[in-house]
């Protein structure tokens, strides 16, 4: 049994690509910006998403992985994704300096934390 604490979100999130971040609502209380040389993505409350997306995947349910966690720590990710893909549990997932952000769809998000539950997790 392991003793670490998820939190989860109480809001719905969306999963989309932008063509550029000025359609972003930076003053969101929540969201995540990724860059690379081929796609702009976010993923932010359902709410803010913008009106123009070049793709977007709408009923994500979310938690995170509660404290500062130290990059010496290993496997966190893994064990949780580990147990959540054994009982057919796709994730989608973002990391901060501080700790990770698991997603799962809706339907699946209530299995999702009493599978975790069952595997020792504390869920708040």
């Known amino acids: 049994m392991c003793n670490m604490k998820?939190?989860?979100?109480?809001?719905?999130?969306?999963?989309?690509?932008?063509?550029?971040?000025?359609s972003i609502d930076?003053?969101?209380?929540?969201?995540?910006?990724?860059?690379?040389?081929?796609?702009?993505?976010?993923?932010?409350?359902?709410?803010d998403t913008p009106a123009v997306?070049?793709?977007?995947?709408d009923g994500w349910k979310g938690f995170r992985i509660e404290g500062v966690l130290d990059f010496s720590?290993?496997?966190?990710?893994s064990k949780i994704s580990s147990i959540l893909a054994e009982n057919k549990i796709g994730i989608f997932a973002v990391s901060t300096y501080n700790t990770d952000y698991i997603l799962v769809k809706k339907e699946n998000y209530?299995?999702?934390l009493?599978?975790?539950?069952?595997?020792?997790y504390e869920i708040w």
């Not at 939190?7 to 000025?22: A, H, I």
């Not at 930076?26 to 709410?47: A, H, M, Q």
């Open 110 to 112: 209530e299995r999702a």
């Open 26 to 47: 930076l003053s969101s209380g929540f969201y995540f910006v990724g860059k690379t040389d081929e796609e702009i993505s976010l993923v932010c409350k359902t709410g």
């Open 6 to 22: 998820l939190k989860k979100l109480p809001f719905e999130l969306t999963v989309c690509k932008v063509n550029d971040v000025s």
């Open 53 to 57: 997306t070049i793709s977007r995947d």
């Open 73 to 77: 720590l290993i496997g966190i990710l």
């Open 114 to 120: 009493d599978v975790l539950a069952r595997s020792g």
